[in-house]
């Protein structure tokens, strides 16, 4: 199965256009986004966005190619919005999986937003790493995590993934623990935009799974059988 992955797109509207252009082109059987969907920080804003841009957007895909489109928050998307994807769930436009998973042809999708603790503004979303290890173990048991895409928007600490322009690692080591522990079949993550240019690399290995972090709003095509010969377009600015 080939699906098109995305990331810390912050509302950008060209980013989206070429992500669903992208998808039609290579007939990517899903799209998943994973997470700070929205611009900027005002909840108000960010809500017409998602409103009048985005589910459009996402519902003209779904509807007019049949595949599916996982989608989760950010830390930088406000969570008095989140109603608006759960609606949009509900009628069947896109799946919204926050600690939820979803099967598809086969595969689990299960996704999770939040995020460690950090200097950053908004809080929407950050937890301590214990309750983050407690969330995830509790997604763990709504799907077979062997056969699981996990979509998590911060990466796990202390790899290629999380690395801040000062060279600190700050991902999740609950995320990192969990990985460690079940082997998902794949994980995608995003949250630390520069990590990719920090370390010349969008994915590493944790055991035997594969985890990619392509920066913000950079397209990578992946292949499920084969994770690790993945395509990258790089987002324009
Ligand atoms: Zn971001």
Not at 36 to 41: A, C, L, N, Q, R
Not at 117 to 125: G, N, S
């Given at each position: 199965m080939k699906i098109l992955y995305v990331t810390d797109?912050?509302?950008n509207e060209k980013a989206y256009r070429n992500l669903f252009e992208l998808g039609r082109e290579k007939g990517a059987e899903a799209i998943l986004i994973g997470g700070?969907?929205?611009?900027?920080?005002d909840c108000s804003g960010q809500r017409r966005f998602i409103q009048k841009f985005l589910i459009p957007r996402i519902s003209d895909f779904t509807e007019s190619t049949a595949k599916p489109v996982f989608i989760i928050m950010g830390n930088?998307?406000?969570?008095?919005?989140?109603e608006l994807l759960e609606k949009a769930d509900k009628k069947g436009m896109l799946h919204f999986v926050h600690q939820k998973a979803v099967a598809f042809r086969g595969i689990w999708f299960a996704g999770y937003s939040c995020i460690n603790?950090?200097?950053?503004?908004?809080?929407?979303?950050e937890k301590e790493e214990k309750l983050i290890a407690r969330d995830l173990e509790a997604l763990s048991k709504r799907c077979d995590m062997k056969r699981s895409v996990c979509l998590f928007h911060a990466p796990p600490f202390a790899t290629l993934l999380d690395v801040l322009y000062d060279g600190r690692h700050v991902g999740s080591l609950a995320i990192r623990e969990f990985i460690e522990k079940k082997q998902p079949l794949l994980c995608l993550h995003g949250h630390i935009h520069e990590s990719m240019l920090m370390t010349a690399s969008i994915a590493d290995k944790i055991g035997k799974t594969v985890c990619i972090n392509p920066g913000n709003r950079n397209i990578v095509e992946i292949d499920l059988r084969k994770p690790e010969s993945m395509e990258m377009v790089i987002g324009e600015e």
């Open positions: 797109i912050h509302g700070d969907i929205s611009p900027g920080f930088d998307d406000c969570k008095s919005n989140m603790t950090t200097p950053f503004l908004m809080k929407d979303w």
